[in-house]
């Protein structure tokens, strides 16, 4: 229970192009969803709170036109990377709140993350 | 905001000896402490959390301990098991379903 699946797993992408990476909760709906993003032996670092329906919250930092985040349905969060640089290489992961239907609604479930490389 | 900190970065320890992870906090609002299990490649996995309403909270093998006078929450594992070699993170948060802050994570070794 509570599944929260990652598609791609992973992508190689050329700088300059634009990657969307997707976040679906695949047993209970999540109208709030959180985007981290994680540097090799590094801790999770939020990026932005997405919530279904609405704009989402930009951490102090991270540039928003840059890391377009979408939350159109209760079970998929997208994140978009715009004109992507090396820079931007990083490991991806998102999290789901509980949405009730047995499970705590209280608790992120995460995702298994989408390592982005950019060359 | 929020800022975490987590000591050690890493702890090896033998098969069958305690582990004990320590976090400190500085959002003296914060009141719920959830620690996560990081295994290489993989997602992050709660193992176990506690509010600032309770001082302890134990679950077989693993504890937790909350001092909110000195904002510093530890985690406790017994008996180690290889399989509990992983990256441990600690968060912090002023409600369950907010925004959580990360530690900067602990790389536990659990040598046979």
């Known amino acids: 229970g509570a599944v929260v699946s990652q598609h791609p797993s992973w992508v190689i992408c050329k700088s300059g192009t634009s990657v969307k990476i997707e976040c679906r909760s695949l047993d209970f709906q999540a109208t709030t969803m959180f985007w981290y993003r994680q540097f090799p032996k590094q801790s999770l670092m939020l990026m932005a709170t997405?919530?279904?329906?609405?704009?989402?919250?930009?951490e102090q930092g991270v540039e928003k036109d840059k890391f377009l985040i979408n939350h159109a349905s209760l079970t998929l969060s997208t994140l978009t990377v715009t004109s992507a640089h090396p820079e931007d290489s990083s490991f991806y992961i998102c999290s789901a709140l509980g949405g009730g239907q047995g499970f705590r609604t209280d608790t992120q479930y995460f995702g298994p993350g989408t390592r982005l490389t950019v060359l | 905001g929020e800022n975490v900190e987590q000591h050690p970065s890493t702890l090896s320890v033998q098969e069958g000896d305690s582990a004990v992870i320590k976090c400190t906090y500085s959002d003296s609002a914060s009141n719920y402490f959830p620690w996560y299990k990081q295994e290489l490649g993989k997602r992050p996995q709660l193992i176990i959390d506690i509010r600032s309403n309770v001082g302890e909270k134990k679950d077989q093998r693993i504890a937790v301990t909350l001092n909110k006078t000195a904002k510093h929450f530890s985690l406790h594992i017994t008996e180690t098991q290889p399989e509990d070699s992983a990256v441990y993170f600690c968060a912090a948060t002023r409600a369950a379903g907010n925004k959580l802050t990360f530690g900067g994570g602990t790389r536990v070794l659990v040598k046979p």
């Open positions: 997405s919530n279904e329906g609405s704009k989402a919250t930009y």
